[in-house]
């Protein structure tokens, strides 16, 4: 019985190690479904320039610029996790739609630009991204709306809580990387393992803009809780869109009560 206790506890503890060491390819999934872009914007007829950026560390990063000939603003959009910016075209449509310029970027370690991912360079990235905006396109911070996805809705909040922009759009949220982890490995003491925190609880109650937050009522990825509780931090004025569906799918599913949140809040703001 002991020479079988001590088996399984090395077993846990090796475990534990290779969770620890692999974490960045558990969170960091640049390669799924692949690294390649497999469209661009003009697939789906809209007009766009491939925007080159260098970070404050050197790294070069890769987007996409889409106009619009009477623009009622720019949307600065940060992605999830997973995959590139080919496929978010049906995010800079639906932009494009309601009237706004938008950018962007795959983070360092994604799509064509270079680098590996980190939480650190993904806070890099977004600042790069806000230099063009400022610089390059001329742009003010009242004329920039930041919009973030799951992950990229963290990547958002960074940056609005150093720039505060116009308005800051949060989708499929989560209240830190610690929380995830805890939820979906339980049986892992994850809180003391995480090397990443993209601490989103610590984050909003600093936000000093009009935010929309927007949820996935079956979301088994960033529970719905967790965004709700993120909704209850942040100060006035602040708005919750809740959406039928699950996290990679209820934009879809629920596109007309999507759409129109969207476009109710940015009219408002």
Not at 133 to 160: F, H, K, W
Request: glycine fraction near 8%.
């Amino acid at each position: 019985m002991t020479t079988w206790l001590l088996a399984l506890a090395g077993g846990y503890l090796l475990l534990v190690a290779a969770v620890y060491f692999y974490q960045p390819h558990l969170l960091f999934l640049p390669a799924l479904p692949s690294r390649e872009l497999t469209r661009t914007p003009a697939d789906i007829d809209l007009v766009y320039e491939a925007v080159h950026l260098s970070t404050r560390d050197g790294v070069r990063l890769h987007g996409w610029w889409v106009g619009h000939p009477q623009p009622r603003g720019t949307i600065l959009f940060f992605h999830g996790n997973a995959g590139n910016i080919s496929h978010r075209l049906q995010t800079l449509r639906l932009f494009h739609e309601l009237g706004y310029r938008s950018l962007i970027i795959d983070y360092r370690g994604y799509g064509q630009s270079g680098g590996k991912p980190s939480e650190q360079g993904l806070y890099a990235d977004a600042e790069a991204a806000w230099r063009y905006l400022r610089q390059d396109r001329q742009l003010s911070s009242g004329e920039i709306v930041l919009s973030g996805r799951s992950l990229g809705a963290a990547v958002a909040l960074y940056l609005a809580e150093q720039h505060r922009p116009r308005a800051l759009i949060m989708e499929s949220a989560f209240t830190s990387i610690p929380d995830m982890a805890a939820v979906h490995y339980g049986w892992l003491p994850v809180r003391w393992l995480s090397r990443y925190q993209f601490d989103n609880r610590q984050r909003i109650v600093r936000l000093d803009c009009p935010v929309l937050f927007v949820h996935a009522t079956e979301d088994a990825i960033a529970p719905y809780e967790q965004g709700r509780e993120l909704y209850q931090l942040a100060s006035q004025p602040k708005q919750w869109l809740a959406l039928n569906g699950g996290h990679n799918d209820a934009q879809l599913n629920d596109y007309q009560t999507y759409t129109r949140g969207l476009q109710a809040f940015l009219v408002r703001h």
